[in-house]
């Protein structure tokens, strides 16, 4: 193919678009997939995005995620500010409100007491973005940052108690919402989106998985031509229906299908997908290469954190536990070539629905999405038990939860910090939960990834 990538859609593929612009939100994938949800185009870009290329790009408006820093700290994100002035609507989200509200005069605080969870609102339904909804919403709040002073040529549309849920100027169509309307937390969020891009917007709805499928049919034909494609197939969801994509999209001599077989699949998988894509006409090649993934190895460095480290054989794969010393030996294990990625713009979802209007059936689509080596990288393990400070409490705790009618009927020290830590309908539904049913829970003694949400880790 002479080196040619397919990135999926062209820039002119679809007419309307709307930029997501990035503040480090833990949830800016998810605006991306309800908007696309709404057969809206999307793209994620950088908070830094500078207006002219929005702009030369044609958006039809821009929605500003939420962040994990205060927009008055020293190291908060860099914007360009004529993006509030540049003509195009604005949605600001938890972190985007704030700074819209900050940048045209308004005041930002930071609370004594944090809102972290879901909360009932009271909303203007006279406002375009909450159009057809009723006045109290449950929402998800997240955040210790709030509003004090509404900036000028702004009004207040939504309330938490005394603080500022949203703000909006309909003049200048811009719009801040202190919540998360992209999480099925906030019950109406995608109604509020949908109202901030059909009727604020103007968008008209026309980004389909069907006219996506023939722009990257389109797309593909125009890209590869008379030249032959290397498909390689791992059996996940994502290579199988790009397999079938390509398949529509060109002749039968011009698709080499060939799925290595690498030893971590699941039982009959590769038979399979073999089976599912003959069905569609595809003819697969099956490369059995087991022991060359189980034996393999490869050369990490000795200090990831320095480039210039020497660098040391790992232990074959069937005795490695490290997750990138498996990762890597099972990318240098598989053969390196140019790649065809006509999916490279689509969300899982969107891969499923995708493969299921080219003809795959639903059990290949629906599937795990992680197959053979994901799986092999996946697998936790190590070498010896991880037990940590803590464990047998958090142990006990775990089995006091799962026995919690039982358990709720004697005293113990540890069912105050689980009765502190719910509500009494979720009490309610503890005990009835554990009283229908007999539940065993088991702390693994293996050491995992922490994650760190707005500046607090949680483990």
Known sequence: MNGAHINGLSDSAIGEKVAILDAGAQYGKVIDRRVRELCVESDLLPLHTPVVDLLKNGYKALIVSGGPKSVFAADAEKHDPDIFNCGLPVLGICYGLQLINKVFGGTVVKNDVREDGQFTVRVDTKSPLFKGLQAEQNVLLTHGDSIMTVASGFETVATSGNIVAAISNEKKKIYGVQFHPEVDLSENGRAMLRNFLFDVAGCKGDYTISCRQQ??????????????????????????????????????????????????????????????????GLKLKVINACHQFYNGTTAVPTDRSDPCAPKRITKMLNMTTNPEDKRKIIGDTFMKGRVVEPLKNFHKDEVRTLGKDLGLPDQLVHRHPFPGPGLAIRIICADEPFMCHGFNNTQLLLRLIVTYAQSSTKPHVHLARIEGSISADERALLTRISSENELVATLLPVQSVGVQVRQVARR
């Open 215 to 280: 722009s990257c049919i389109d797309e593909i034909r125009s890209v590869v031509r008379q030249h032959k494609v290397l498909m390689l197939v791992s059996g996940g969801v994502d290579s199988t229906v790009c397999a079938a994509l390509l398949h529509k999209a060109l002749s039968d001599n011009q698709v080499i299908a060939v799925h290595i077989d690498n030893g971590f699949m699941r039982k009959s998988e590769s038979a399979e997908v073999e089976t599912s894509l003959k069905k569609l």
